[in-house]
């Protein structure tokens, strides 16, 4: 994760949760996703799947299972329900959704992340 966290972020430390938009037109909007080693593919890079217009790749999500354990057992949840919680963070970051921006958007992303919590454990 620190790996990734370092290239694709400049961020040289260890993370949760990544995503990576499938999308190419975000890279542009954000250039802390270009890729900063030419070797490596873009996280970016278009699907090589065929898909039918009626379906979307939004991208990819990465979750640090050594990480989520250790979380689970601070917050005195299960690894199931640490593992939901970095599922859904990842995902509305792929849908747009920023907690880095400023403390209104952290709370507005807090306050999705629990809506779809609550509704995926009521149907778990």
């Keep these: ?38 070797k490596l593919p873009s996280p970016l890079a278009a ?10 790749l939004l991208g990819d999500v990465v979750i640090s299972l050594p990480t989520a354990k250790r979380q689970a057992q601070t917050a005195g949840v299960t690894l199931y329900d640490e593992i939901y919680r970095l599922l859904i963070h990842g995902i509305l970051h792929l849908l747009g959704y920023d907690h880095e921006g400023t403390a209104y958007k952290a709370k507005i992303m807090r306050k999705k992340e629990e809506e779809i919590f609550n509704a995926v454990k009521k149907t778990a």
Excluded at 16 to 31: A, C, G, I, M, T
Excluded at 47 to 56: A, D, G, I, P
């Design 47 to 56: 699907s090589h799947f065929s898909l039918l217009t009626s379906h979307f």
């Design 1 to 38: 994760m620190k790996k990734l966290n370092t290239i694709y972020r400049s961020m040289p430390k260890t993370t949760d949760v990544l995503s990576f938009p499938q999308q190419r037109s975000y890279e542009s909007k954000n250039s802390k996703f270009k890729t900063q080693n030419s």
